[in-house]
DNA sequence: ATGCAGTTTCTGTATTGTCAACTACTGTTG
DNA sequence: CAACAGTAGTTGACAATACAGAAACTGCAT
């Protein structure tokens, strides 16, 4: 906000006076210094890959429990795109099945398998303490609902809307 | 949502309930969804993919302007391996210079270029508006001040330290 | 019907990321 | 100083991702 209008050749190449920009910067980090301890272990404790998780877990919270493939695109938070080839080796896997759209013969709906919420259970069973531990123990109550008061238009609102 | 304490076997395998967790999604989609949008425009604005502005402004913030590969692995926000390829292809393209370190002869400092400071300085200029708008403009002054309060502790601290 | 722009997904290919050896060097120990 | 465990960075084989274009289908306009 007070940067004036010329960040151009300062010393600084981050206007560190701005307050969303230090707001940014540590959304940024916390979700990378988190993901980059919580994946290894997600992997290790559940076999999953976290893009694996993401489309599980979005798959579990889709209205119909199905999604399409581009509306997964849509969603996926890692992978922008190859989704098809995503889903191939999920699929692969067992955790998750593709069905024909009724009334369009050129789309695809993807859709939990038992062994896919089954494995989507386990993950989550899994890595919830690491993050807890690596995200929600670094926070006072009052951070926290305040940092999720802030940041629930992110996750709340559909993507798929271009939003108001 | 309102789920009192067991997310185990409930039909929900987010505890929707917990304080941390919402924090945590809304942290995780904010960076997501937002560079989503941000890093094809760096590339088309600026010529400079995510993880090499990372590497770039990680050596801008550094001390000495210099870092090692394992000090700009441990600091990486976005690639967690492969950082001696990566500096490859960003030396290649004339932003960072390999130097030997004075005492240790197995290690290598990576160092900014003037036209590695010159890009970065472009590639902020490019993507900082973009960020304010996805970002800033969708928190109140209160909300950035409450943000960046909070998550301060996760790009403040030395990642090469193991935390107090 | 026929054609045609728009869509949905898939495929080919190049690039990037990951994981496990491997080389070169350091500092310590006997 | 010789041996050796530990460290820094690189390399090679492989998997995942990105991007452009192709194939199949839809809906609307002729």
Excluded: C
């Amino acid at each position: 906000m007070s940067s004036s209008g010329m960040p151009k050749q300062n010393d600084e190449p981050t206007p560190t006076d701005s307050l969303w920009f230090d707001a940014w910067r540590g959304v940024l980090y916390a979700s990378a210094r988190v993901l980059h301890v919580v994946e290894p272990d997600l992997i290790a404790k559940a076999g999953i890959p976290l893009p694996w998780l993401d489309v599980l877990s979005q798959l579990f919270d889709a209205p119909d429990g199905r999604l399409r493939i581009q509306e997964l695109q849509a969603r996926a938070l890692f992978t922008r795109s190859g989704m098809t080839r995503l889903v191939d080796r999920v699929e692969q896997a067992g955790l998750v099945q593709r069905e024909p759209v009724p009334g369009d013969r050129r789309g695809v709906q993807v859709v939990l398998t038992p062994a896919g919420r089954k494995r989507l259970h386990e993950g989550f069973a899994a890595h919830l303490p690491i993050i807890e531990r690596e995200f929600g123990q670094r926070l006072t109550v009052e951070q926290q609902r305040a940092v999720a008061d802030a940041l629930a238009g992110f996750w709340h609102d559909d993507p798929a809307e271009p939003e108001a």
